[in-house]
Nanobody
Framework: VQLQAFGGGLVQPGGSLRLSCAVS????????MGWYRQAPGKQRELVAG???????NYADSVKGRFTISRDNGKNTVYLQMNSLKPEDTAVYYC?????????????????????WGQGTLVTVSS
């Protein structure tokens, strides 16, 4: 299973960016998905999360500016970031809880694991 994130870059304050992250590999289903970020010298923090049913939650610092969404058919999660601020500068990581499946002599088995994307840098600067 792999998560591949796209969409980072350099943007001016007040600008917008859209991140996307696709899950690929041996997938039975994808449960919760989310975006985290880590700024230099700081701990990784949750930015936004979304359940398989579409329920969302956000860090207080991004509420009203960021929107998380997902396409279950494409196993892809998105993060629309508007009104970006310099303090949003960080490496953004996508995360997904993936259910994979295999068959052995006892029957079909299911595994649930947590996966991370490689990170994409977002820089907000004039």
């Amino acid at each position: 299973v792999q998560l591949q994130a796209f969409g980072g870059g350099l943007v001016q304050p007040g600008g917008s960016l859209r991140l996307s992250c696709a899950v690929s590999g041996s997938i039975f289903s994808v449960n919760d998905m989310g975006w985290y970020r880590q700024a230099p010298g700081k701990q990784r923090e949750l930015v936004a999360g979304i359940t398989s049913g579409g329920r969302t939650n956000y860090a207080d610092s991004v509420k009203g500016r960021f929107t998380i969404s997902r396409d279950n058919g494409k196993n892809t999660v998105y993060l629309q970031m508007n009104s970006l601020k310099p303090e949003d500068t960080a490496v953004y990581y996508c995360n997904a809880e993936v259910v994979s499946s295999y068959v052995d002599y006892t029957g079909r088995q299911f595994l649930v694991d947590d996966y991370w994307g490689q990170g994409t840098l977002v820089t907000v600067s004039s």
